[in-house]
């Protein structure tokens, strides 16, 4: 997979992750904020587990708890205030 195609596949995954597991991104600002975003992207582009993450997301509900395989249920815990 091309290294674009790979951006955008995982851009989508990790914008549906955060959605369905109610990350606020308001909750926090700036730099703690950007450092968390710029950390998640990398962690999720390194990820090979798209096909679970896929699955995942389409089945899981509004709210749900992270997944145990996501590279970024902690800070995704975090920005949701499950932490």
């Given amino acids: 997979m091309g290294l674009l195609r790979r951006a955008d596949r995982h851009s989508r995954l990790m914008g549906e992750m955060m ?7 308001s909750r926090e600002s700036g730099l703690v904020l950007g450092r968390d975003l710029r950390a998640a992207t990398a962690a999720c582009m390194g990820c090979d587990a798209e096909q679970a993450c896929a699955h995942w997301l389409a089945e899981a509900q509004d709210g749900a708890e992270p997944p145990d395989f996501c590279r ?3 800070i995704f815990r975090r920005l949701s205030g499950r932490d």
Avoid at 19 to 25: A, I, M, S
């Fill in 72 to 74: 970024n249920v902690d």
């Fill in 19 to 25: 959605r369905r597991t109610g990350v606020d991104l």
